[in-house]
C-alpha cells in the first residue's frame, strides 16, 4: 500500500509538471516585460491554472465511480459511449452516490476558486521590478529542472514512467490505486481504436478457426493428460533477433556452433517462425499462445489477465521468475509481466550499475550468471523466462570476450550463443539440471532484405527444446510458431489444463500452415507457398519460398492463395475475438 501511494505521488507529480510547464514559462518571459505586461500575463495564468484544475478534478472525480465499477482506471473506453448530456444528468440525479460525487466535485471547485482569487489579490500588487535577474534566472531554472524530472516520473533518462510502472502485485485494486486517472486517460487516448481490425466475416473466420483447431466454438479446448505430471523446472530463454539465417538458412552464415551442437540432442523445430518482428510480440506469444495483433502492443494492455505458462505453471505450485537485462520498464514488460503470472521480476535495477554495457544493461552471460544462485534458492519446481539483449544495435561486447567474425552483427552473435554456452555449463553444476526442461528461441529474427516485404529472415527463427529428461531426440520438420510454445511445453509436462489460446501441441498436432505478422503487414506460409498481405495498400502476393523466387502464384495458383489467406485471417480475427471475450 505505501509502495502504490509513493507511485501515486509520483503520477500526480507528472501531471502537475505537465499542467505548470508552460505556465512557468510564460511568468519567466513576463519578468523581462513592463509591470503592465507582467500583470496580465499572471491573470492570464491564474484563469489557465483555475480551468485546468478543474478539469483535472472533474476527471478525477468521474473516475471514481468509473473504476469502482469497471475496476480500471479511467481511459479511452469512456469515448465509445454515445450518450447525451441528458442522459449523464439523469445518471446522476438517479444515484445518490453520484449526486455526492457532484457536491464534492462542486465545493472543492467553489473552495479552489476562492483560494486562487485570494492569492491573486494578495500577489498582484507586489509585482515590482526586480533588480537581480540574475537570482531569478536561476530560481526559474531550478524550478525548470524540478518540473523537468517531475514530467519523467523517475530519475532514469532512459525511459519515462508508464503505466506499467504501477503493477507492482498481483491484485488489481494495488496497481490501479497508484495510478493517476488524468495520465491513464491520456496515455490510453494516444492507442484508441474506435474498431477492432476486420480480417473477414465474424462467423466464418470463427467457423474455420475452430475447424482447423479442433476446438469448440467458444475456443476453450480441455486438455487432458493420462500420465503423472513431470513437475520439471522450466526455462525458456528468449534470444534478441536470432534468426535462422545465422544458423546458415537462406545462404547465412553459421554463427551458432554450440546452438548447432545442442540442437542435435534436442526436439529441434526446423520450420518455425515468430509471431511479429518486436521483443513484446515473442513474449506475448511464446507465453499466452496469442498471435501479434496488426500495429498494437499487446503488453500495453492491462485491463485484462491472460492464462499462460505463468499463470498455469503457478497455479500448479512453481515459481515463476522473469529475468532480463535492461530496464523492465521498457515496452511495458515488467507491469505486465508482473500482473500475468510472474512472481519475481529480475532487472538491470537488481545488477551493479558498473556492470551495464549500453542502453540494454549488462551482458548477457552476467544475467545468467546472477540467475543461477537465484534459481538455486527456489524451493519448488520453477519456471524462469530470460530475455537476451545484447544481440541488439548497437552491438556492443564485453570486453572479456574476443571475436574474429567480420563485422560487430556478428560477433553478438558468436557471443550470444557463447553466452548460452557459459549458462547451460554452470546450470550442469546444479542439482535442478537433471529435472529441468530448457527451452531456446528467437523472439524474432532480422530484417536481411530477403526479397519479399515481409523478409522470412526476420520471421523464421530456431526452437530448441533441450533436457536431460528426454530419453530421444527429434527433428520435427512441422510448421509451427511462437504460438504453439505454451501448449506444446504443457504437453511435455503432462499437466492437464484449459487451452484459450490459439496454439496447438507441436508434439501431437499439425499445422496446414503458420502465419505471422509485421506491424500492418499479415504473412502466411504453407510448405510451398507463401502469402503476403499489406493493409496500407491492400496488395497481396504469394510465392515459393524455398528458394527465394519472386514470381507471383497469386494469379495462376489460386486454390493456394485463397487457403493461405482465409487461414490467417481467420485465425486473427479468431484470436481477437476471443481475447475481446475472455472471461
Not at 505521488?9 to 512557468?24: A, C, E, G, K, N
Not at 507492482?168 to 481504436?193: D, H, M, R, W
Amino acid at each position: 500500500m505505501l509502495q502504490a501511494f509513493v507511485l501515486g505521488f509520483r503520477f500526480d507529480s507528472l501531471v502537475l509538471s505537465y499542467i505548470l510547464m508552460p505556465i512557468t514559462g510564460a511568468l519567466f518571459v513576463s519578468e523581462f516585460k513592463s509591470k503592465q505586461i507582467r500583470e496580465r500575463l499572471f491573470k492570464i495564468s491564474y484563469w489557465i491554472i483555475t480551468v485546468t484544475f478543474s478539469f483535472v478534478l472533474l476527471l478525477s472525480v468521474i473516475d471514481l465511480p468509473y473504476s469502482n465499477y469497471f475496476g480500471i482506471r479511467l481511459n479511452s473506453q469512456v469515448l465509445n459511449w454515445n450518450v447525451s448530456l441528458g442522459f449523464i444528468l439523469k445518471m446522476i440525479a438517479g444515484n445518490f452516490t453520484y449526486i455526492l460525487y457532484t457536491f464534492f466535485y462542486i465545493l472543492c471547485i467553489y473552495g479552489w476558486y476562492r483560494l486562487m482569487k485570494k492569492i491573486v489579490v494578495g500577489n498582484i500588487n507586489s509585482i515590482v521590478e526586480t533588480p537581480k535577474k540574475s537570482i531569478l534566472v536561476f530560481l526559474y531554472c531550478l524550478l525548470f529542472c524540478l518540473l523537468i524530472i517531475g514530467s519523467r516520473g523517475r530519475l532514469s533518462f532512459k525511459t519515462t514512467i508508464k503505466t506499467g510502472t504501477a503493477y507492482i502485485s498481483e491484485y488489481a485494486v494495488i496497481n490501479q490505486l497508484g495510478l493517476n486517472s488524468v495520465f491513464t486517460l491520456i496515455k490510453s487516448y494516444s492507442k484508441f481504436s474506435t474498431k477492432q481490425t476486420s480480417y473477414m466475416d465474424e462467423q466464418k473466420a470463427l467457423s474455420v478457426a475452430s475447424q482447423s483447431l479442433n476446438t469448440s466454438a467458444n475456443f476453450s479446448k480441455v486438455v487432458l493428460s493420462d500420465k503423472k505430471p513431470l513437475k520439471a523446472n522450466v526455462v525458456i530463454v528468449m534470444m534478441e533477433s536470432l534468426s535462422s539465417f545465422y544458423m546458415g538458412e537462406y545462404g547465412g552464415p553459421r554463427l551458432t556452433t554450440f546452438l548447432d551442437s545442442l540442437k542435435k540432442q534436442a526436439y529441434f523445430f526446423s520450420n518455425f517462425y515468430s509471431s511479429g518482428i518486436h521483443t513484446y510480440n515473442g513474449l506475448f506469444s511464446t507465453l499466452y499462445g496469442h498471435p501479434a495483433p496488426i500495429n498494437k502492443n499487446p503488453l500495453l494492455n492491462l485491463e485484462q489477465k491472460y492464462a499462460g505458462l505463468p499463470t498455469l505453471l503457478k497455479d500448479n505450485g512453481y515459481s515463476t521468475l522473469f529475468f532480463t537485462t535492461h530496464d523492465d520498464q521498457f515496452d511495458n514488460v515488467g507491469g505486465f509481466m508482473k500482473y500475468n503470472g510472474f512472481q519475481q521480476i529480475i532487472s538491470e535495477k537488481d545488477y551493479p550499475s558498473n556492470k551495464s554495457l549500453s542502453t540494454w544493461g549488462v551482458p548477457d552471460d552476467f544475467m545468467f550468471e546472477c540467475a543461477i544462485p537465484i534459481l538455486n534458492q527456489q524451493k519448488k519446481p520453477f519456471f524462469s523466462l530470460f530475455l537476451t539483449t545484447t544481440n541488439h544495435p548497437p552491438y556492443l561486447l564485453p570486453p572479456y570476450y574476443k571475436s574474429k567474425a567480420a563485422s560487430k552483427q556478428y560477433a553478438t552473435v558468436e557471443y550470444s550463443d557463447w553466452a548460452i554456452k557459459q549458462f547451460l555449463t554452470q546450470a550442469e553444476k546444479q542439482v535442478w539440471f537433471n529435472n529441468t526442461i530448457f527451452v531456446f528461441l528467437g523472439d524474432h529474427g532480422i530484417n536481411l532484405g530477403h526479397t519479399y516485404n515481409m523478409p522470412l529472415s526476420y520471421h523464421h527463427v530456431p526452437l530448441i527444446v533441450y533436457s536431460r529428461l528426454f530419453k530421444e531426440t527429434q527433428v520435427n520438420n512441422c510448421l509451427g510458431g511462437q504460438i504453439d510454445v505454451f501448449p506444446t511445453l504443457m504437453g511435455m509436462l503432462n499437466i492437464s489444463y484449459t487451452n484459450q489460446s490459439i496454439g496447438i501441441d507441436l508434439l501431437k498436432e499439425k499445422r496446414p500452415c503458420i502465419f505471422f505478422t509485421a506491424d500492418d503487414k499479415v504473412g502466411c506460409l504453407n510448405k510451398d507457398y507463401y502469402f503476403i498481405h499489406l493493409t496500407v495498400s491492400g496488395k497481396e502476393t504469394m510465392y515459393r519460398y524455398e528458394k527465394l523466387l519472386i514470381d507471383d502464384y497469386s494469379k495462376s495458383k489460386p486454390e493456394f492463395f485463397d487457403s493461405l489467406k482465409t487461414y490467417a485471417f481467420s485465425m486473427l480475427q479468431a484470436s481477437q475475438y476471443v481475447m475481446k471475450n475472455k472471461k
